[in-house]
């Protein structure tokens, strides 16, 4: 399979269903901004020491490629048969037990946190701001999306957050309050 195609230089591409659309097309947008989050993440992780936290920055990756193929497949054609581009609710609750488990190393929040550090937590920092920009995006598309996409990227950005902080304390740098 060759990387070029030509079928993308007149600023048109195909979604999953064969539906020609441009590529500033609102869902294109959308599940460019998932794959721009999943590039800043694969950056957190070059210089994150190899551990828990990279093991789930590998695999929030593999959820992003998920989000990124149900975004690109309104239609349906592929989520229903490739099991591995599919998100529930448990990958939600998944977030959430992670996000616990990590807040339980860190000092309760008493100010806004600027957002810096090591370089692994300066990038998970600029993630989670891309991350809003995501959500910002797939809220507006038509027809809207499962409400699972939304829980599960409005609380991945709650994770980023936390997981930016804890590598700073891991790694010894204080936070800067606001």
Not at 53 to 63: F, H, I, K, V, Y
Not at 123 to 149: G, T
Request: aromatic residues 6%.
């Amino acid at each position: 399979m060759k990387i070029y195609t030509r079928t993308g230089d007149s600023g048109e591409t195909s979604l999953f269903d064969g539906t020609r659309v441009r590529k500033d097309h609102a869902r294109v947008e959308a599940y460019g901004d998932v794959d721009e989050l999943n590039a800043w993440l694969g950056f957190a992780r070059s210089s994150l020491a190899k551990g828990d936290l990279d093991d789930e920055l590998a695999r929030l990756q593999s959820d992003l490629f998920a989000l990124g193929a149900e975004l690109a497949d309104p239609a349906d054609r592929i989520a229903k048969r490739v099991t591995k581009a599919t998100l529930t609710d448990a990958a939600v609750e998944r977030l959430e037990q992670v996000i616990d488990r990590l807040e339980l190393e860190l000092p309760p929040l008493r100010r806004f946190i600027l957002a810096g550090g090591t370089p692994s937590g300066a990038a998970l920092h600029l993630a989670r701001a891309v991350c809003r920009r995501a959500e910002r995006r797939i809220i507006s598309l038509e027809p809207p999306v499962e409400l699972v996409f939304l829980k599960y990227i409005n609380r991945l950005s709650d994770l980023l957050f936390v997981i930016a902080r804890v590598a700073n304390k891991r790694a010894g740098v204080a936070e800067t309050e606001w």
